[in-house]
């Protein structure tokens, strides 16, 4: 008899405490404010609601059962968009799923459908980077597998606050490779689906979760991204936003990838090497400008053939098109002086080079990273 009046007191606890977190700010009362003058009321009402979560998480072993509403209800406040209770939200739940298995399954399912609320409505995103933090800590035991990955989590990539949770998205994606090699490839083509194109401040987060992908991806697996990674890359390095460029050759600071790419005999080397090339002499940033250089002297020590052969390439590209431009502009220096036009077209020829685009100008400048083998 004593026992189940200690059960009851204890479930009336647990539903006074319950009851005060969901009305948002737990009351507190006025005098809160007399008690001390170190502390506001708002101070001590966090104090409160610090103190409902550690009574949760001391009495849950005592509860019969949690069912899936009260979860419902628990996941919702990852709504708020104060860190404190999330923090505190977070921990909660942690502990339901490592103690109570039978709450993951709830678990897991709510915190999969903030995800879809978020991608379909929009709504809100301080939600979404708790929620990605759950699941990456507690990957296998809410038995999270690639396809929720494909279905779930990869369309974030293309979601409006991306800023907000990227670090957690990178982690989930980094946790779902680690666990599932197989489908490396599958979720790179996915993600690389929901590339912001349009969105250049984005696009900084979704070129290093994508370069940490392919870092993760066994050699095999590699070999199928290196068309659309040149294509990223391309695009990236030479993006006005200095982030984007920044972030894109951080690639030749990965041992890793290096791994990949030497294993793929270097193909994406040829693909890549004019935009570097471009990017070091072109860019307004000084900050990319000796980034690029830096890649293009590792690579120079790390595959010498293969950049030794692309730049022969491009310098041939540039003498035809050196060519091409000084032949243009005799026929039209001719062309002026048939019709006797009463300007030194002639004279502005020893000054052709300044006419030049600028890829035709860079090969004649001294390559420091120019190797020597």
Known sequence: MNHICNMKYVVDLFEMVSTNIFRKIPPYPALYENISTDFSATDLSWEHIKLCYLILIRILPQIPTIDSIFINRIVSRLYTPLTVEQDQITSFLSVCITEFAYTRKFIRSELLKTLVEYYDLHRYPFSIAPALTLIARHFSELKITSQD????????????????????????????????????????????????????????????????????????????TVSKLSQIFNDAVSSPNSDVAEQCLIIWDRQKLLSNIQSDNYSLIPLIINSLINTYYTHWSASVQNSASAALKILSEFCPKVVRNCMMQQTKISVDANEY??????????????????????????NINNAFPPETIMFRRNFSFSPEH
């Not at 990869?154 to 991306?162: R, V």
């Not at 996915?190 to 401040?201: A, G, H, L, M, R």
């Not at 243009?328 to 030194?344: C, L, P, R, V």
């Open 149 to 224: 990955f494909l279905v779930y989590i990869a369309p974030l990539l293309s979601a409006p606050h991306l800023k907000f949770f990227s670090n957690q998205f990178q982690k989930v994606a980094s946790v779902v490779l680690s666990n599932n090699q197989n489908s490396g490839f599958q979720i790179f083509d996915k993600i690389v689906k929901f590339w912001p194109k349009t969105n250049i401040e984005k696009q900084a987060c979704a070129v290093r979760i994508i370069i940490d992908i392919c870092e993760l991806l066994p050699p095999d697996q590699f070999k199928q």
């Open 325 to 350: 431009y000084h032949s243009s502009w005799i026929k039209i220096a001719k062309k002026a002086g048939e019709h006797d036009m009463n300007m030194d077209i002639f004279s502005k020829l020893e």
